[in-house]
């Protein structure tokens, strides 16, 4: 399975050169944030030419929401989207709000669940290996939406924590780390001094090496040694590059391949496609039984782009 996330940055003058760069990389599955209405009506010839036949977007939701941007899922299998919302659990032994209120700070009401739910895309896809659980993320940056970031990740890290076993990928643009050594990841809650721990810990929930959801980095899998200037898919204004894209994946994915095209990313001297360059990977599947719908093998036909 060839699996590609990219964040296109809302860009309708690149729709040309995207749909050129999809047929190129030759995904499976491609997941796509920051899409436009517009940018996705003009992608679906290329989506077509791609063998890429079954397509779902968030995109009326958060247009419903006063938005205009959302996430993407284009499959050569059949997928279907699943019931938005379903991010975050509330429970008073996780209860993330009540560490926050005894430390005495400031914090909006929330009610556990993730904030946007158009930008967590959550398809069950039919590949011929089995049904797939698949999540397309676009977690808002910090600079902008400070507790909206959190939020979202704590939700997302208590659900993928909760989900049932099986085959399982969560991608897209998380908007974090700010750092990666050999040492650890860090967070943007470095910048937060009353706050911080917390913060990094809300981040690290999902993407630390200390998740409790089982999945592992597809792309740390195969180069294990983090050097953020070297290994960056975004260019941030004013921090230069950062790894912020990132396919997690359950153990029955097999790595064969991880790798960021920046053939494709804004340098500081060009505008290209997109701020983002778009991660690629290859897996071999591995079947296990591990709960109904998950360990039998099925080879749906292509049907129409819907």
Known sequence: MRVVTWNTAKRLTAVEGLGAALAELRGDVVLLQAVTRPQLDRLRPAMRAAELHWVVSSIDEACAAGKYAANVVASRWRCRQMPSGWAGRQ??????????????????????????????????????????????????????????????????????????????????????????????????????????????EAELTVLGPAARHGLRDAFRAIHPLAQAPREGSCLCEGAGLRRFDHLLVSSHFLVESAEYRRQWMDSPSQRRLSDHAPLVASFEVRLVPVGPGYSTPRRPAPAPMR
């Open 91 to 200: 429970g008073a032994n996780r209860s993330w709000v009540q560490r926050y209120n005894r430390l005495g700070i400031e914090m909006p009401a929330w009610d556990g669940l993730a904030p946007r739910p158009w930008l967590l895309l959550r398809v069950q896809l039919d590949s011929p290996w089995g049904l797939v659980d698949l999540v397309n993320a676009h977690v808002p940056a910090q600079a902008r939406n400070r507790w909206d970031k959190v939020k979202a990740m704590v939700a997302l890290g208590a659900s993928l924590e909760a989900a049932e076993p099986g085959l399982r990928i969560v991608g897209g643009d998380f908007s974090s780390p700010r750092k990666e050594t050999p040492e650890g990841m860090r967070g943007y809650g470095l910048g937060h001094k009353d706050r911080g721990k917390l913060w990094e």
